[in-house]
């Protein structure tokens, strides 16, 4: 079974531009999720979809950050514009119940 | 909300040694609780959970265990391996159903 699939893995951009992270999640996995991880520290969710809805995103700072989740399946997040402090690993992940399961991050730099 | 604290931040082993990682959660609504194990430039994959209607839980050589009065759960590495080294964490689903991150524990076991 092919895991949760993130692209790009890397993304180096100067602050005030903009930025997006696609993912893929599980097959058939009707819940999927957008977490932002700072060195040193836990996931921290950003957004939680169910098949295209929304159920969760009181964490997301919505003036700069957008999340889409078109058809139920792939997602996409986008940060625009930038600040330093997001500087940051974004994973995505997927659950079909209770297990969440992580694509392997996109790492975003902002210089 | 949800706080989950994690201990020790770092954890140093000889090959062979036992390591326990310790939890405490806030919410005592909170019912079901993974843990993760994250190597460098990965994303986080889950090893073992446990639910709130149980008390230990066993898979080769990882145990979790839970109390839920106390509002602790550990995690259990017997005959640890060079391979076991990565970063920990743990997490706990709040009563709002979402998943909440420990700072997790970087372990090293040493050859």
């Known amino acids: 079974e092919a895991g949760v699939a993130q692209s790009p893995r890397y993304k180096i951009i100067e602050k005030r531009q903009s930025v997006a992270f696609w993912c893929n999640p599980i097959?058939?996995?009707?819940?999927l999720y957008w977490y932002q991880q700072i060195l040193g520290q836990g996931p921290k969710l950003l957004i939680q979809f169910q098949n295209n809805g929304v159920v969760d995103d009181s964490q997301l700072p919505k003036d700069r950050f957008s999340a889409e989740r078109l058809k139920g399946v792939d997602s996409t997040l986008k940060i625009q514009p930038a600040k330093l402090e997001d500087s940051a690993v974004y994973l995505c992940?997927?659950?079909?119940?209770?297990?969440?399961?992580f694509g392997p991050g996109t790492r975003l730099l902002v210089l | 909300g949800e706080n989950v604290e994690q201990h020790p931040s770092t954890l140093s082993v000889q090959e062979g040694d036992s390591a326990v990682i310790k939890c405490t959660y806030s919410d005592s609504a909170s019912n079901y609780f993974p843990w993760y194990k994250q190597e460098l430039g990965k994303g986080p994959q889950l090893i073992i959970d446990i639910r709130s209607n149980v008390g230990e839980k066993k898979d080769q050589r990882i145990a979790v265990t839970l109390n839920k009065t106390a509002k602790h759960f550990s995690l259990h590495i017997t005959e640890t391996q060079p391979e076991d080294s990565a970063v920990y964490f743990c997490?706990?689903?709040?009563?709002?159903?979402?998943?909440?991150f420990g700072t997790g524990t970087r372990l090293q076991v040493f050859p």
């Open positions: 097959s058939g996995h009707a819940t």
């Open positions: 997490a706990a689903r709040s009563g709002t159903d979402k998943l909440i």
């Open positions: 992940a997927s659950s079909l119940r209770q297990t969440q399961y």
